[in-house]
C-alpha cells in the first residue's frame, strides 16, 4: 500500500534527538486515513507524538476488511525512492506488480519486501479472486545514506524464520530476533516481528538494550511490559531493554518493530524519503514526466499523479520536537 494522501505534507525526522534512551511507555493512537474508495487505514507512523521506530519510518495497519463482495485492495503505480516497503499479511492475499516485471501474489506471513533504492514504482492490488477477509500492515523502512542510490529489487520470501517459546511464536521478518534472521536484506541494524500469542499465555521477548522498540497491536487482547494495547495502536518503548514482558488476555497478534536509532534527519513526502526538498521536488518532476521511475506493466488503471508540494518551503528543525 502506499501513502494516498492528496494533501501530503513534509515530514522531517531521523536523528538522535527524537530517541528516547531509556525505557518509556508511550501508548500511540492511530490516525484513520482512508486510501482509494473502500480502504481506511489506521497510521501509527509518522505520528504526532513519534515518527521513526529505529529505520522504521512508516506504519499502517488495515483491516480485518470483508472484502468479499468488494475489489479491495486498488493502489495504483506509484513511485517510491530511499526506502524499503515491507507488505505483512494476517488475512487475504495483495498482488504487487513493480516497474522492474515482478509479479508476485503475497500472502499471510510471507515477507514482500521491496527495496526502492532511488527509485521503483509499484501497483499492489486485491486479486479478482480473493479471500473474504484482507488484515494486514505496510510498512517502510528508511535507506540510509550509504545505501539509498542501490538498485531497485523486489524479495518474496515465504520461509521465515520462528522462534518459539510457551505461549509464544515469533516470525522474524526483518533483521534479528533471539539470534534467528530473517533473509530479507536489510540495510541498518533492524528487527521486525510477528508475535503470535496464546490466550492466556506469559512470555519474555530478549532484546536488544541499543535498540529503540514499539509493539504494534493487530488483534486480540495482550498486555506489553504491562499496558493493554488495543489492536490498531502501538506502544513506544525506547531503549536500555534487555528483555519484553508479553500477557495475553487472548489469543493475540502483535508485531515488534525496533532497530537502532537512525542518526540521520530525513525529509519524507508522499512515497518518497530523501535529504532535502530539493530532491522531492526533483522526484516529483522525474515522476510527473515519466522518466526515472520506470513503468508497472499490466495494472488495469492510470499511475497516481503526485500532490502538489506545500507552498511554504522546508524549514530546518531542531533536535527536539
Ligand atoms: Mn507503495
Not at 44 to 59: I, K, Y
Request: one cysteine or more; glycine letters at 12%.
Amino acid at each position: 500500500m502506499s501513502n494516498l494522501d492528496r494533501q501530503a505534507a513534509v515530514t522531517v525526522c531521523g536523528g538522535r534527538g527524537f530517541v528516547v534512551a531509556e525505557p518509556v511507555r508511550e501508548l500511540l493512537s492511530p490516525r484513520r486515513v482512508r486510501l482509494g474508495e473502500s480502504t481506511e487505514v489506521r497510521r501509527l507512523l509518522p505520528n504526532l507524538g513519534r515518527r521513526m521506530v529505529g529505520a522504521w519510518a512508516f506504519v499502517d495497519h488495515y483491516g480485518p476488511d470483508d472484502i468479499a463482495d468488494e475489489p479491495g485492495m486498488q493502489v495504483p503505480p506509484h513511485p517510491h525512492m530511499g526506502l524499503q516497503t515491507v507488505s505483512w499479511l494476517h488475512e487475504g492475499e495483495v498482488l504487487h506488480r513493480d516497474s522492474l516485471g515482478s509479479l508476485r501474489t503475497v500472502r499471510p506471513r510471507e515477507l514482500g519486501l521491496m527495496t526502492s533504492g532511488r527509485a521503483i514504482s509499484h501497483s499492489e492490488e486485491s486479486p479478482r479472486d480473493h479471500a473474504r477477509l484482507l488484515h494486514g500492515a505496510q510498512l517502510w523502512v528508511a535507506l540510509p545514506d550509504a545505501h539509498r542510490q542501490v538498485a531497485p529489487h523486489f524479495q518474496h520470501h515465504t520461509d521465515l524464520p520462528v522462534v518459539t517459546a510457551p505461549g509464544l511464536a515469533a516470525t522474524v521478518i526483518l533483521g534479528t530476533l533471539d539470534g534467528a534472521v530473517s533473509p530479507g536484506t536489510v540495510y541498518t541494524p533492524i528487527t521486525g516481528a510477528d508475535l503470535s500469542l496464546t490466550g492466556g499465555g506469559e512470555a519474555r521477548l530478549p532484546l536488544e538494550p541499543d535498540f529503540e522498540y514499539a509493539v504494534l497491536s493487530m488483534s486480540g487482547e495482550a498486555e506489553v511490559d504491562g499496558v493493554p494495547v488495543l489492536p490498531g495502536s502501538m506502544l513506544y518503548l525506547g531503549c536500555g531493554r534487555t528483555e519484553l514482558p508479553l500477557r495475553a488476555v487472548s489469543d493475540a497478534g502483535l508485531m515488534l518493530l525496533g532497530g537502532e536509532p537512525f542518526e540521520e534527519e530525513i525529509v519524507m513526502f508522499w512515497n518518497w524519503i530523501g535529504r532535502s526538498q530539493e530532491e522531492i521536488e526533483q522526484a516529483r518532476e522525474d515522476w510527473t514526466n515519466g522518466t526515472r521511475f520506470g513503468e508497472v506493466k499490466g495494472y488495469d488503471g492510470p499511475p497516481l499523479p503526485a500532490p502538489e508540494l506545500p507552498a511554504t518551503r522546508l524549514k530546518p528543525r531542531g533536535r527536539m520536537r
